[in-house]
């Protein structure tokens, strides 16, 4: 059965750092890309970041420079780090696997086929 | 960035009738798109991917339709385990990828 369980959320200051991990189990981690998604209390879902099985990485605009994304195959792990927290960031922060449905040979669909429940952050004074 | 348009932002239904949920995008994404129901307190589902296919295990009362910027979530007779928030999202030119603002299915 496939797992993701994330873990490290809390209460930190605006300014503040938090490390996030998310625990995968039940499949090959290494052969998946991954991603985190957050939801603010009653908002909608909004992509952080990706990273690829080859190390690509992307972020969105609004945490670029002050967020990194990891992993660690060996580890079955997917990290971020979150520095120079703001007010805005407060969320549910989800890992999602990505993954690949082909249609042919060499074309293929994507999308966010397992996703854990999350962990809280919440930046505040 | 390629916007995702939900509507209507609240649906109301009741039990064994039709919903029809509506996302658009700002510009073609063929037929790169994702949809998912979040129930409160969890994680969200995949329900179909590739704009029409339903992930393993999703009831066949679920159905997506649509191509470049107009899709449908259609669940065809509504059971007490479908109110919900549902979720379109966009994988054809990211990053950013990009879900749309929801629709909630209430009673």
């Known amino acids: 059965e496939v797992q993701l369980v994330e873990s490290g959320g809390g209460l930190v200051q605006p300014g503040g750092s938090l490390r996030l991990s998310c625990a995968a189990s039940?499949?090959?981690?290494?052969?998946?890309?991954m991603n985190w998604v957050r939801q603010a209390p009653g908002k909608g879902l909004e992509w952080v970041s990706y990273i690829s099985t080859t190390g690509t990485i992307y972020y969105a605009d609004s945490v670029k420079g002050r967020f990194t994304i990891s992993r660690d195959n060996a580890k079955n792990s997917l990290y971020l780090q979150m520095n120079s927290l703001r007010d805005e960031d407060t969320a549910v922060y989800h890992c999602?696997?990505?993954?690949?449905?082909?249609?042919?040979?060499?074309?293929?669909?994507?999308?966010?086929?397992?996703w854990g429940q999350g962990t809280l952050v919440t930046v505040s004074s | 960035e390629i916007v995702m348009t939900q509507s209507p932002v609240t649906l109301s239904v009741s039990p064994g009738e039709r919903a029809t949920l509506s996302c658009r995008a700002s510009?073609?994404?063929?037929?790169?798109l994702a949809w998912y129901q979040q129930k409160l307190g969890q994680a969200p589902r995949l329900l179909i991917y590739?704009?029409?296919t339903r992930a393993t295990g999703v009831p066949a009362r679920f159905s997506g339709s649509g191509s470049e910027t107009e899709f449908t979530l259609t669940i065809s007779s509504l059971q007490s385990e479908d109110f919900a928030v549902y979720y379109c999202q966009q994988y054809s030119d990211w990053p950013p990828l990009t879900f749309g603002g929801g629709t909630k299915v209430e009673i």
């Open positions: 510009q073609s994404i063929s037929s790169n």
């Open positions: 999602a696997r990505v993954r690949r449905y082909y249609y042919d040979s060499s074309a293929y669909f994507r999308a966010l086929d397992y």
């Open positions: 590739g704009a029409s």
């Open positions: 039940g499949f090959t981690f290494s052969s998946y890309s």
